[in-house]
T-cell receptor, first 110, second 115 residues
């Protein structure tokens, strides 16, 4: 499968714990995006990387959130001190013009 | 501010009928729009896009119409099939640095195909 992959697919954690998600984009894509989707809503933009540089961050990305793309390939999204309001689907997308989305990581914070 | 929304949260149609899903946007400066399909447990899947210099664009069984005067776009699906059952989102593109795009999504319309 040469599409965007994300791991884990599901994560259940207790409030206050840290979690990290991984995204592997389509290999030749230098643009990578993270979005968050809550139940019944459309995805909301979080952040954008071009190669290893994080060039745009949404105000939704509080200081508990950090994203990296150290070698311009895979990316990680870490949430520290999780809160129940962080429960959502976290989607990664890569592409040039068109954005190809991965299957997402569903986070549940108890 | 930016806002993209859909008129109806749910739509049910008979298999074989045509479907029309509507979307309103608020940013008159937007110049690129995309329709996505999202099935349960999956990420959004690109269906069709349209730029603001066009009024209509056709794909395989799908047509997108753009009315810039009233800031409205629609997705028409011809001869719907059971596999068309999904949530459909319109998205408005906002340009970021170096040509990248931030997508602003609406709330979505759940399309159900009845046998």
């Amino acid at each position: 499968d040469t599409g965007v992959s994300q791991n884990p697919r599901h994560k259940i954690t207790k409030r206050g714990q840290n979690v990290t998600f991984r995204c592997d984009p389509i290999s030749e894509h230098n643009r990578l995006y993270w979005y968050r989707q809550t139940l019944g809503q459309g995805p909301e933009f979080l952040t954008y990387f071009q190669n290893e540089a994080q060039l745009e961050k949404s105000r939704l990305l509080s200081d508990r959130f950090s994203a990296e793309r150290p070698k311009g390939s895979f990316s990680t999204l870490e949430i520290q001190r999780t809160e129940q309001g962080d429960s959502a689907m976290y989607l990664c997308a890569s592409g040039y013009d068109e954005q190809f989305f991965g299957p997402g990581t569903r986070l549940t914070v108890l | 501010g930016e806002s993209v929304g859909l008129h109806l949260p749910t739509l049910s149609v008979q298999e074989g009928d045509n479907s029309i899903i509507n979307c309103a946007y608020s940013n008159s400066a937007s110049d690129y729009f995309i329709w996505y399909k999202q099935e349960s447990g999956k990420g959004p899947q690109f269906i069709i896009d349209i730029r603001s210099n066009m009024d209509k664009r056709q794909g395989q069984r799908v047509t997108v119409l753009l009315n810039k005067t009233v800031k409205h776009l629609s997705l028409q699906i011809a001869a719907t099939q059971p596999g068309d059952s999904a949530v459909y989102f319109c998205a408005e593109s906002t340009w970021l640095i170096q040509g990248a795009q931030k997508l602003v999504f609406g709330q979505g319309t759940r399309l159900t195909i009845n046998p």
